[in-house]
């Protein structure tokens, strides 16, 4: 059978197919990596209408990237969907708590969910990047946290995906003065998460 | 701040929200419980759609996964998504072997893709369920064996996400005369992926 076999060959032709049937738009060429990416990880082309960034989003989240950061994802399935030779490459570290025993039982003592209690040992940690795909919970939790000038990510990917409190979790995202991406409405999730993350990256590494 | 903390409260109120916007169709109580999971995951009402499932699937699914199986999935973030209480309550497995060496240096020598050997070592391993979220080339890969009849798995999860083979991939799963479920056309992913696979086990065990 005869199908394109090489990784880096199918990825430049999906890209090439993905921005040959996007609109028109006036995203930068580095923002239109990040679109690019999200749609060839959905092929969802809604998000070339809602993806929402801040201004110095991708100028910030290079510089950080190339400073060895710790990124704190949500979900163990964002944490993986993240590109360890890249990482590696920045020596860059990512993490994700939602698993940890003194988690569950903080999130238990607490009566919260297991999101919020990771989200506010990631702030203790002082991690430089927030990454949410999924828990709406944790976005929340993270907001209040820097409302309340407990802390000050450096840069926050906002995306949880879903019907209750999603949409909700990622609205002004634009008054707490640090640079974020998010996804409009009820959309993102742990795949679109990872490719942001991704996609700045690459911008980078050799790969 | 007041927002729903309880996760499970949460994901009933979502269901609630989807069945409410669902259209008319024709499914059955379990093919919904797919369905709404999926929509559930991406909040993309397109699913409703694009799923096509064997009339055996649910059924045959449901036995398969009550018998102590070996779930493969093409990437490490599918394998990440599948709920591990659910496995365990089943005594199921569920494996990926993109990343070992064996595998790379087998892609190599044969200058196919890492996701092609994997499945080359899982058909090998004589796994129960197949669950493709991402490599086209693995479904491809798959469908080869079956013809070949060098294989003959109990359930496929056919859902690749892309834009280069992804479409094609999924073309005729009818004909192999394999309980199936897929997602026509380009979408499709991780996340898709491991819902189904939760959908199926959340109706052979208690949550």
């Known amino acids: 059978m005869s199908y394109v076999k090489n990784p880096m060959d199918i990825e430049n032709k999906s890209f090439e197919i993905i921005e040959k049937e996007m609109k ?4 930068s060429i580095d923002e239109l ?5 999200v749609i ?27 400073n060895k950061p710790t990124i704190y994802t949500d979900t163990n399935m ?17 993490i994700c708590y939602v698993n940890l025993e003194e988690v569950h039982k903080e999130a238990k003592e ?3 969910t297991r999101s919020m209690a990771a989200v ?16 709406p919970t944790a976005l929340f939790k993270l907001k209040e946290l820097i409302k ?28 707490l003065n640090i640079p974020y991406i998010t996804v409009r409405g009820r959309k993102g999730g742990s795949t679109v998460a990872a490719s942001i993350i991704n996609a700045l990256m690459y911008m980078c590494v050799e790969r």
């Open 40 to 66: 060839h990880t959905t092929a969802d082309f809604e998000y070339e209408e809602l993806i929402e960034m801040s201004d110095n989003f991708i100028e910030v989240g290079k510089r950080i990237l190339k």
């Open 78 to 94: 964002a944490l993986s969907g993240i590109n360890k030779i890249a990482l590696r490459k920045l020596e860059a570290e990512a």
């Open 120 to 135: 506010e040992k990631a702030v203790k940690d002082n991690v430089d990047i927030f990454v949410f795909g999924n828990a």
């Open 24 to 27: 028109n738009h006036n995203y």
């Open 110 to 112: 607490k009566n919260i």
């Open 148 to 175: 309340e000038k407990k802390v000050s990510p450096k840069l926050i990917v906002a995306v949880p995906v879903g019907f209750v409190g999603a949409s909700e979790s990622k609205e002004n995202m634009k008054d």
């Open 33 to 37: 990596k990040i679109i690019k990416r």
